[in-house]
């Protein structure tokens, strides 16, 4: 157990539910309240009483609970902030304390309060900090790399636009070219072709 659950003041809850018991035994025009719903406060008030004094902060807690559901009164916003804090929960505390002391500006146990209000401020800063996951986020470049690409369709390439269309061109007039330079030479034949010696001439 953290040393600030330690210090509670045992006069300030005693202040605190002696208020209660004059709320709850005497009628007051600040609460718009029947008196089935004073009675079912009241029982609640008291199996929270039980519980709270077994150390049974979370059963306390949902009996005070019910308890100011029936009847908003004050000071079951202390003892529900004093359940809190024994089960090491400042933020929760902190807030109830708060709206105790909204709700009871001439409170006679103020003074008190106040003081656990800041050991609630103390002990939250004393908190770990909260566990987070750092989700990765998609960079500009993921977005790039993932965003569809329009490819434009490849249309065949004409028989005259092919490479292998000059090349063989090229081959052939150099052939013929040799050919007739061959033959124009005195006594000169055409080379014997590859089917035999046959003379085109």
């Not at 003041?9 to 600040?30: D, Y």
């Not at 990765?136 to 690409?149: G, I, L, M, N």
Request: charged share 20%.
């Amino acid at each position: 157990m953290r040393p600030w659950i330690l210090s509670l003041s045992t006069e300030a809850r005693a202040v605190a539910v002696c208020g209660l018991s004059l709320l709850l035994l005497l009628p007051s025009p600040a609460f718009a309240a029947t008196a089935e719903d004073r009675r079912a406060a009241r029982a609640h008030f008291k199996e929270a009483e039980k519980a709270y004094a077994a150390g049974a902060y979370t059963e306390a807690l949902t009996s005070y609970e019910q308890a100011y559901a029936r009847f908003e009164a004050p000071a079951f916003l202390f003892n529900m902030a004093q359940c809190h804090r024994h089960l090491e929960r400042p933020r929760e505390a902190l807030a109830l304390y708060q709206r105790f002391l909204d709700a009871s500006p001439d409170a006679t146990n103020r003074t008190v309060v106040e003081g656990l209000v800041e050991e609630m401020k103390v002990a939250i800063a004393a908190l770990p900090p909260p566990d987070f996951i750092l989700l990765p986020s998609r960079t500009h470049f993921e977005s790039v790399a993932q965003a569809p690409v329009a490819v434009a369709p490849v249309e065949p390439k004409r028989v005259h636009e092919q490479w292998w269309f000059w090349t063989a061109a090229a081959v052939v007039v150099g052939g013929v070219a040799t050919g007739v330079a061959l033959a124009a030479q005195p006594g000169g034949e055409l080379p014997p072709a590859s089917l035999g010696d046959i003379n085109l001439r």
